[in-house]
């Protein structure tokens, strides 16, 4: 399965109401965000789709016509 690069995941993260990408304070390999009172950590290599699809869906509670949404704003396919 294909990954999506950290810099498109920043973009969807930070788009969001209420998040910001934390600094990092110990090693290069995670980037954090928190989003209202969650955290997500993401690897710096990036993720799948499925998994940035689960981490908007069950931690952060978007429906899926919402997350579908966000992936067409930033050129992702399914």
Do not use: A, C
């Not at 993260?13 to 110990?26: E, T, W």
């Not at 950590?41 to 981490?55: E, N, R, S």
Request: glycine residues 12%.
């Amino acid at each position: 399965m294909s990954l999506i690069r950290l810099g498109t995941v920043e973009k969807i993260i930070i788009g969001l109401p209420n998040s910001k990408k934390l600094p990092d304070f110990s090693n290069n390999r995670d980037t954090i965000f928190i989003i209202g009172n969650i955290i997500v950590v993401i690897p710096t290599g990036g993720i799948t789709i499925d998994h940035l699809g689960d981490i908007l869906e069950n931690q952060l509670g978007m429906s899926w016509w919402m997350i579908d949404y966000l992936y067409g704003q930033h050129g992702i396919n399914r």
